[in-house]
């Protein structure tokens, strides 16, 4: 399975999923233009993508669904909730949506996707591992709070993706007005570098995790080298010896094949 973040932030986030030939986007918050210019140069053809999976409505992931999943004629692939409650406009004029029900699994030819429900404040937020049967990788991103089902499916997962958004002082002493700090904080909002390293540790330490990458880091609130080492050293202090790498906003990570 190959794996490669092409951007993760509150800019846009897309990530891509490949297994023997077939392959799938996890959200496309990019515009669908720069969601290509990206691929082509990762050396990826958008052509071959077979369709977008949908985690939720922020417009950082769904901004050009539309617009590739047309140019592309590949489908949308969403939950019936967010599907029913979200704003049409995300998905005027395409034909091709593929619903699933909320907790059930996906098949996708050679990939299996495994979406579960977390409290991250859009219409309705997923999110998920995807696994070929042999490796598992999970995106946490917008989580909100680690709950027990999201600490359940972290547990599968070889490769895990996870959100270390802000830095709480940097937050508190930064632009954002308390509202909105507030909902960043919250159970709807997201996770902290700190509550990143709290649901890593105790995922690595009963889990089968070999590789991390840190994603959605606000370019605010945080920065990539204050995640690095604010999560690599709490990992440290409990003796585990993982790799971690940070996402970037600007050009995602490199390839990880699993
Ligand atoms: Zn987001
Ligand atoms: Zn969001």
């Known amino acids: ?19 023997q030939g077939y392959s799938v986007l996890v959200d496309c918050g990019l515009s669908a233009r720069e969601t290509v210019r990206r691929l082509r140069s990762a050396g990826k053809e958008p052509e071959k993508i077979r369709g977008i999976f949908i985690t939720h409505d922020h ?66 937020t997923v999110n998920l591992t995807f696994t070929n049967g042999k490796k598992t990788a ?28 802000h830095d709480i002082s940097m937050l508190s002493r930064g632009p954002y007005p308390l509202w909105l700090q507030q909902r960043i904080r919250s159970k ?37 080298d204050l995640a690095l080492q604010t999560i690599r050293q709490h990992l440290q202090n409990h003796n585990i010896d993982i790799p971690v790498q940070a996402a970037t906003q600007f050009d995602g990570c490199k390839e990880i094949i699993l």
Request: proline content about 3%; some cysteine; aromatic content about 6%.
């Open 188 to 224: 709807i909002g997201h996770l902290s570098n700190k509550q990143c390293a709290d649901f890593l540790t105790e995922t690595c330490l009963s889990g089968k995790i070999q590789n991390i990458v840190l994603g959605h880091i606000s370019e605010e609130n945080n920065r990539y």
């Open 1 to 19: 399975m190959i794996i490669q973040i092409l951007a993760s932030g509150s800019k846009g986030n897309v990530t891509y999923i490949e297994e």
């Open 138 to 165: 999970g995106l946490f991103t917008d989580l909100g709070t680690v709950s027990v089902l999201v600490k359940t499916h972290a547990l599968t997962a070889d490769l895990i993706i996870a959100e270390a958004n």
């Open 59 to 124: 417009q950082d992931h769904i901004r050009g669904a539309r617009v590739f999943s047309k140019s592309f004629n590949i489908p949308v692939i969403l939950s019936e909730e967010l599907y029913t409650g979200m704003d049409p406009k995300w998905l005027r004029d395409i034909n091709n949506i593929q619903l699933y029900k909320t907790g059930s699994d996906i098949p996708l030819e050679t990939l299996l996707l495994r979406p579960f429900p977390v409290s991250h404040d859009a219409t309705q």
